[in-house]
């Protein structure tokens, strides 16, 4: 008992901030989304994503442009991981600093610097218009390719120090050990390399994807108006057409949405094989 | 019947930027033979094995295994074994899976390696491991996997690069038997990398002692330990007394020295011929030195002393004696017997002139 008080004590602060702005309004909100537009309790606003195709879409857009950033960070970090993980110590502070330099900047400016190097004049559509290579200008931006490009510059940082820090954690004279055994540089990195750093791919992909389905700033300013995700819905529910209860509904779908996928992934990842080599 | 040779160093050389790692390295291995590389860390011992395994590639020489030049080719066509410090058994395989992995690139069939796994098994006598992973088994457990791994593929080689530094005193030399019964049941040659000299001396058929990527000497163990060709070989295998001095005599192949701190100590004519007036180092073993509470006045080898400090480690007691300004290292055997002798005490050192060595004095020094 004369233990436990002292650590009540300290946490107690963080704790009543915690259950003040955070839980509270959460409750709050989760009660005001089964209200309907006469104030009184219904799944009205909950049956729109099993009877209108409009939100249904919505709502696998928004899973589908997540599922695409996370495969294309995960293709991009690899190799940059793998590299880090056979650097010098010098080296990899120099390329960790790299990869976060970007997130100095607001995710707005750099979002709005892909909108002039992607757009109709941007210099890839230039450069490929003067090359003869196209004859019109590609559409890299308002559509899912767009927020997907964005989405991918916002997150790769988490995916490769996710993945870079469990291949740090792997013993090099495994690679040496499977070699001596008759292994193929290719052969080791599947059977060793990759298996290996399954945890890292796991939390990679775990926190990209979740980041990607509550993302906002990206798809509002990359996707425009014709690709709106989940979180732009909400928004433009609870700011624009003042319907708080959808906006409240649309986020606690996206929540559930997110929760779901990822503790099913979690599922299929943490095999009896996974907690018996990675439980600490 | 001619000596199969199983692997031929031809002048190897190695270099990483400008510092020569490993310098002219040349070696025949027998068929069979058991050999050590020894030295101290940056010696080479390590590299030279990297080359074999084909992690490295010389700069220059030749690299033969049975008889094929080996240069250039990676190390998954070499068809070696080999046993690393860290074990680097892989943490997501199972025992079974662990030596089954060079099998399975075999293109065995299931039932052959499910046989080859536990044959491999009861000859590291852990037969009931095989469904266990690396983690839950103990550090000794785990290199005698390593080692299972890497002869189930029943390798021209067996590489092992110290191969029980990672363990503790007991179970090295537990390990260390284990090595041997495995060499003389199997008589598959191997090559050791190991720092340690009772590793190497216990171990090996042949061992060769680096230094600074030359190779000092290439012995028989006793030949190693008895008749160094160096200064460094004699110091590095085994603590030894060093005196210096002047040679005084030379009669026929009987010498004396006159040290420095005022010994007469006799000896016989060295391998590299001594002159008289020439300087010399001298060398006796800790163990060759025969304590005793007599008093005699100092004479040809023999010193008086006090006793100044002792360790006691079981079947023997370092002793440290001083003797006219010099302080000798003597390892007794039951010290406790010597009645009356305890640190203080005047005693009597005294050796045979067979087990004296001299060496001309390396360089300028006085």
Redesign the interface.
Known sequence: MNKRLPVLLLTAPSMIILLGVFLLPMLLMFLLSFENAQESFSFENYLLFVQDPFYVEILWRTIRVSLWTVLTTLVLAFPVAMYMAQATGKMRGIITMLILAPHLISVVIRNFGWVVVLGEGGWINQMLLSLGIIDEPLRLLYNELGVVIGLTDSFIAYMVLAIATSLYAI?P??S?????????RV?TFF??TL??CVPGIFAGVTLVFSLSMSAFVTPALMGGTSVKVLPVIAYEQIMSTLNWPLGAALAFLLLGSTILLVSAFTKIVETK?YK??FAS | MEKMIDVELRNIQKKFQNNIVVHDFSLQIEKGEFISFLGPSGCGKTTTLNMIAGFLEPDEGDLLIKGKRMNGVPPYKRELGMVFQTYSLFPHMTVAENIAYGLKLRKQSKAEMQERVQRVLDLVKLPNVADRYPKQLSGGQRQRIAIARALVIEPSLLLLDEPLSNLDAKLREELRDELKRLHQEIGVTTIFVTHDQEEALSLSDRIVVLNHGSVEQIGTPTEIYHNPASEFVHTFIGKTNRLHGVVTKVEGNRMKVQTDKGFVVSALQPAKAVQEGQRVTVFIRPEKIVLSAETAPAGVNQANGQLMMTSFLGAFTECQVQAGGEILDVKVQMLEKLAGVTPGSSVLCQWHEEDVLVMPAEGDRL
């Open positions: 013993d004279s495994l040496k050990a499977a070699s001596i055994l008759g292994a193929s052969r059977t060793v298996p290996l094989r018996e080599v």
